[in-house]
């Protein structure tokens, strides 16, 4: 086991920073220096630390630092992890000083989500490169527990392994190993899945646009936020730098699904980013007599309105059968419902299904590292949970065959080579995540 | 008398909540039954051919769904659940804390009489419907409720808090030590959840120095001495055993290409009732050497039907609903002396890697409390031991183990002794 008992942690005001530092000085038992750039920040950064892993008593681990300290910091860790913001410029500076005061046998990883491996490897000298890779945790990481690890071409695997082995054993995180790719696995799959939602959000603006397609995706689908709501929580501007990402830096058979909506820039040029700035896709107005009214941006008639409630049966049936724990029934019923919402509904499932299988087959080890990826990263049920949910590999493309809007789901699932047919046969626990809600 | 075996069974994931899944105990009874049912081999078509015969029963422990589900009657639950169980006997068993144990007891006398072959064992408890303060006052009908609960938040950290008072008190023990061992009992049952998939508190952060940090933000004062690193939790869960005749064991194994030795069965059992009230039991354990001497007659009562001792049990399930608990059931399963318990947590002696392991699943405080089901699970938690089934929580070799489930404020005490 790797002997991890001092952690640089750069960049840690940040939501991330703060969180995995709580982590490593719990779990790991570590001394965490938490470097911002000032030491206010750093302080109140501590705290928030503590509170994430609900123990005041590790707060004496958690050492705030300035950038100041940072080699002094370094040189005496056994890890550093780099969670600064997404700017290549900033974390080529801040390599280039880590470079110079990485401790022999120690590692250095960053949590980027946005950036390849590879070209950050660029910034370190031979020697520190093969101790360089991507760590990318999930928020928050509490409850929250992938953990994406990423190789460079230069990466030492002995290192990589054994910090796998670390992550796993010591920071309880489900880690799943993908290639260099842009948005890895979890965010590829999910932001794919959210980013047509927004998409479809604006074909279906007359039907309602956000909350239609929120309505259409609810937790009966096996996911605790509804789409449109979970890109509100994360933030449009963040929305956008991954699905940008996606866009420009690969090709794949959905490469169109990654095209952000006008309107959502819109948005951003307004500074209407979402929960953060408690306004976004939705918005929630307090009344003077305390109660809550919740609001939605109307694409149709860029303005906002209240937010509707959906008369959906295909939708309320599946809920009532899930109450009573009858999920054969539920999908029963939704392999039977023909109402528009409901082909919809099927159409986004069946494309989860498909496009998790030809992700995982591509980036991943194992197709049933999308189901780790998006149960411990986005609290959603796995797509090969839900293919077996749905019936099995026949029934999800009969299903497809009905819902082959884009003409890319029956061909894609067709050829699906035996390994992996026989690997989504693999019979997985789907029951928790179905939520029998609206 | 007939041996009585244990076949098998399942729990749910008790880190769930069930509410915010937006399921009811139809959902929950489902899985348990479904989850059972398939544990053991029996499909629907083989429960109507063995109810032809009158030759199966239904048993379920619950404590209080009449309060949180709004819902009695819970044996004929079954019937709504599984059409297989339309006719099948059943009634539900109740004791507080310890209603899963008074449900196996039923269960296990008709196996004993030969009225039934086979039997399934259900507990169940769906807390997580109302907040914690109402959750709360639902739990004080396991006290004397006019007298120890009723207006009193969160009346029963308080009477364990109690408990560790008296623990103090009559032994005198050195408070910082005693403390200290409370704390250990926290964090070793935490961390023993951390091996159990299906234990409540297995993603969650406890580290000795967390659990001696008590009256702090994140470890609040709960009652007496007691913080909230010293209690077990809400949770919602379900746990389903299948208990059967030595004919019926012995056919299940042949079918299922096993030995009708290596199948765990009931060795011995002991049921003692204390005062309800917590002052009236202080009066009554005065001149013992135990301060709680029911909950040891009731071990006592075990050790002697089981024809067994101390030092042959290889491992423990006890009823920590919070540290004063199992701090004083060290010395009532006979592994110290009244008033020494301090001394085998400080040695080890407890722990996974001990000799005499408590909790090896987390206990309650780790692997958490539904009410209702906590009896059943100890009971599952003795089955997989013994059988060699429990995976990552494994103690090596275990051929004994004891349950202690206790209800009330060690009002009801029910030991189970499982081997092989």
């Known amino acids: 086991m790797l002997g991890i008992k001092t952690v640089s942690v750069i960049g840690a005001n940040g939501t991330m920073g703060s969180t995995v530092s709580g982590l490593v000085a719990a779990f790991g038992d570590a001394k965490v220096f938490m470097i911002c750039r000032r030491t206010e920040a750093a302080a109140s950064a501590a705290d928030v630390?503590?509170?994430?892993?609900?123990?005041?008593?590790?707060?004496?681990?958690?050492?705030?630092?300035?950038?100041?300290?940072?080699e002094d910091c370094v040189s005496r860790s056994d890890w550093t992890f780099e969670t600064v913001a997404e700017d290549t410029s900033i974390k080529a500076d801040i390599y280039k000083r880590i470079d110079k005061c990485l401790k022999a046998g120690s590692i250095i990883s960053t949590g980027t989500s946005g950036f390849s491996i590879n070209k950050l490897s660029e910034n370190f000298s031979q020697k520190v490169k093969s101790s360089f890779f991507g760590t990318h945790f999930f928020n928050p990481p509490y409850n929250l527990t992938l953990c994406e690890m990423i190789r460079s071409e230069a990466t030492d695997k002995k290192i990589f392994d054994a910090m796998k082995v670390y992550l796993k054993e010591v920071l309880y995180r489900d880690v799943i190993e993908t290639t260099d790719t842009p948005a890895f696995l979890g965010n590829r799959i999910g932001f794919h899945f959210l980013n047509k939602a927004l998409q479809y959000a604006v074909r279906y603006k007359k039907e309602g646009g956000i909350d239609y397609m929120d309505a259409i995706l609810?937790?009966?689908?096996?996911?605790?936020?509804?789409?449109?709501?979970?890109?509100?929580?994360?933030?449009?501007?963040?929305?956008?730098?991954?699905?940008?990402?996606?866009?420009?830096?690969?090709?794949?058979?959905?490469?169109?699904?990654?095209?952000?909506?006008?309107?959502?820039?819109?948005?951003?040029?307004?500074?209407?980013?979402?929960?953060k700035t408690k306004e976004g896709l939705f918005k929630t107005v307090t009344n003077d007599d305390k109660t809550n009214q919740y609001l939605v941006y109307d694409i149709a008639s860029a303005g906002v309105r209240p937010v509707r409630k959906y008369n959906l049966p295909f939708a309320s049936q599946m809920v009532a059968h899930l109450a009573v724990g009858n999920y054969d029934m539920a999908a029963q019923s939704l392999k039977e419902a023909k109402s528009k919402e409901a082909l919809l509904c099927k159409h986004f499932l069946v494309s989860y299904i498909t496009y998790s299988i030809v992700t995982a087959q591509a980036v991943a080890e194992s197709v049933t590292d999308a189901d780790i990826a998006m149960t411990t990263g986005f609290n959603w049920i796995g797509p090969v949970a839900l293919l077996g949910a749905l019936g099995g590999y026949e029934e999800v493309l009969a299903m497809a065959k009905e819902v082959d809007f884009d003409?890319?789901?029956?061909?894609?699932?067709?050829?699906?080579?035996?390994?992996?047919?026989?690997?989504?046969r693999a019979p997985i626990d789907f029951r928790k995540s179905f939520r029998a809600k609206l | 008398m007939q041996k009585v075996y244990i076949l098998g069974g399942s729990q749910t994931d008790f880190s769930r909540n069930w509410t915010k899944e937006g399921k009811n105990f139809f959902a929950m009874l489902k899985e348990i039954v479904d989850d059972g049912l398939k544990s053991v081999n029996l499909s629907g078509d083989d429960i109507v051919a063995l109810n032809k015969e009158n030759k199966i029963a239904a048993f379920v422990g619950n404590f209080v769904a009449e309060y949180y589900c709004n819902q009695s009657h819970l044996g004929a639950l079954l019937t709504e659940v599984n059409p297989a169980f339309y006719g099948v006997p059943s009634a539900r068993y109740e004791a507080a804390c310890a209603s899963g144990s008074v449900a196996l007891d039923a269960a296990i006398a008709k196996i004993r009489t030969g009225d039934y072959d086979i039997v399934m064992v259900v507990g169940f408890e769906m807390m997580k419907t109302v907040g914690s303060v109402i959750c709360g006052d639902y739990l004080g009908r396991a006290a004397n409720y006019e007298l120890e609960a009723k207006g009193v938040e969160f009346p029963f950290p308080k009477l364990f808090g109690k408990l560790a008072d008296t623990i103090l008190e009559k032994y005198k023990p050195e408070k910082k030590r005693f403390m200290a061992a409370l704390a250990s009992i926290a964090n070793k049952n935490y961390?023993?959840?951390?091996?159990?998939?299906?234990?409540?508190?297995?993603?969650?952060?406890?580290?000795?120095?967390?659990?001696?940090?008590?009256?702090?933000?994140?470890?609040?004062?709960?009652?007496?001495?007691?913080?909230?690193?010293?209690?077990?939790?809400?949770?919602?869960?379900?746990?389903?055993?299948?208990?059967?005749?030595?004919?019926?064991?012995?056919?299940?194994?042949?079918?299922?290409?096993l030995k009708l030795k290596d199948i765990p069965y009931v060795k011995g059992w002991g049921h003692r009732v204390a005062p309800m009230t917590y002052a009236k039991k202080v009066?009554?354990?005065?001149?013992?050497?135990?301060?709680l001497p029911w909950t040891a007659k009731a071990i006592e009562d075990a050790y002697k039907r089981a024809g067994l001792t101390v030092d042959d049990m290889d491992f423990f399930e006890t009823h920590d609903c919070?540290?004063?608990?199992?701090?004083?059931?060290?010395?009532?399963?006979?592994?110290?002396?009244?008033?020494?318990?301090?001394?085998?947590?400080?040695?080890?002696?407890?722990?996974m890697t001990g000799h005499k392991p408590i909790n090896p699943s987390g206990g309650l405080i780790g692997c958490g409390h539904p009410v209702g089901a906590t009896g059943v699970r100890m009971m599952l938690d003795l089955y997989k031991q013994v059988a060699a089934k429990a995976g990552s929580y494994q103690i090596k070799g275990a051929k004994n183990g004891?349950?202690?489930?206790?209800?009330?404020?060690?009002?009801?005490?029910?030991?189970?002794i499982v081997g092989k």
């Open chain 1, 49 to 70: 630390a503590a509170n994430s892993v609900k123990a005041g008593a590790i707060r004496s681990r958690l050492i705030p630092a300035t950038y100041d300290s940072l």
């Open chain 1, 218 to 275: 609810g937790p009966f689908t096996g996911r605790g936020m509804t789409p449109l709501a979970t890109i509100d929580f994360v933030g449009l501007d963040v929305h956008k730098a991954i699905v940008d990402n996606v866009l420009a830096n690969s090709c794949d058979y959905d490469h169109d699904a990654f095209i952000l909506p006008e309107f959502v820039s819109g948005l951003i040029g307004q500074g209407k980013l979402g929960l």
């Open chain 2, 283 to 291: 009066e009554d354990a005065k001149d013992s050497k135990y301060v």
């Open chain 2, 322 to 351: 919070f540290t004063s608990s199992e701090y004083a059931a060290v010395s009532a399963f006979g592994i110290t002396e009244p008033g020494k318990e301090y001394e085998a947590i400080e040695a080890g002696v407890t722990q």
């Open chain 2, 402 to 416: 004891m349950m202690l489930n206790i209800g009330g404020s060690a009002t009801t005490n029910f030991v189970f």
């Open chain 1, 407 to 424: 003409k890319n789901l029956v061909d894609r699932l067709e050829s699906i080579d035996d390994k992996n047919k026989k690997a989504i």
């Open chain 2, 191 to 257: 961390a023993n959840a951390k091996k159990n998939p299906n234990a409540q508190a297995r993603r969650w952060f406890m580290s000795s120095e967390q659990a001696n940090c008590r009256y702090t933000e994140t470890n609040a004062k709960v009652g007496g001495l007691l913080a909230l690193s010293d209690c077990s939790q809400i949770t919602d869960g379900a746990a389903v055993v299948f208990l059967a005749s030595k004919a019926y064991a012995a056919d299940f194994a042949k079918k299922n290409g």
